[in-house]
C-alpha cells in the first residue's frame, strides 16, 4: 500500500503561501502559510497535520486491541499535542477517554499503553512520545 499527499509553495517563506492536497482530496489545495504555522492564521500546518495523524492512527489501533480483547468500545477520543521547540518537534503527548463498557480502569490503562507501543505513526517519531492519560468516561 502507498498513500500520498503533495506540496505547493509560492512565495518566499515567510510571506508566501502553499496549497496540500492528498490522494484522497480531503485536503485538496488546503492552504498553509507562515502565519498558520507559527502564528494564528488561517489555514493548516504541518505539526497539526501529524497532530491528526497519531491521534487517528493510536485511536484506531486501541479500537483494535479492545476488540481483541473482547470489548467493544462505545467512544473513543483521543488530543495528540506536539512540541516544536528550537525547530525540531520534541514531544508527541497522546490524551485518550473512552467509553467501553464492561473493562476495568486497569485492563483499559494496560490496552492503551500497548495501542501506544503498537501505532505506527508513533513508530515514525524520534521524539518523545508520552501517553498521558487514558481515562474512561
Request: glycine share 10%; charged share 20%.
Amino acid at each position: 500500500m502507498k498513500r500520498n499527499a503533495t506540496a505547493v509553495w509560492n512565495g518566499s517563506g515567510k510571506e508566501g503561501n502553499g496549497q496540500l492536497t492528498t490522494q484522497s482530496t480531503t485536503l485538496n489545495n488546503t492552504q498553509y502559510s507562515y502565519k498558520s504555522r507559527f502564528e494564528d492564521g488561517v489555514g493548516t500546518n504541518p505539526e497539526e497535520l501529524i497532530a491528526a495523524a497519531h491521534a487517528g492512527c493510536y485511536t484506531m489501533k486501541l479500537s483494535f486491541i479492545l476488540g481483541g480483547a473482547n470489548y467493544t468500545p462505545e467512544h473513543l477520543g483521543t488530543r495528540c499535542d506536539i512540541t516544536l521547540e528550537n525547530g525540531a518537534i520534541t514531544k508527541s503527548e497522546l490524551t485518550v477517554t473512552g467509553k467501553v463498557p464492561g473493562i476495568s480502569a486497569e485492563d483499559f490503562q494496560k490496552l492503551a499503553q500497548e495501542a501506544h507501543e503498537g501505532c505506527l505513526i508513533g513508530k515514525l517519531f524520534n521524539c518523545e512520545k508520552t501517553l498521558l492519560s487514558a481515562t474512561l468516561a
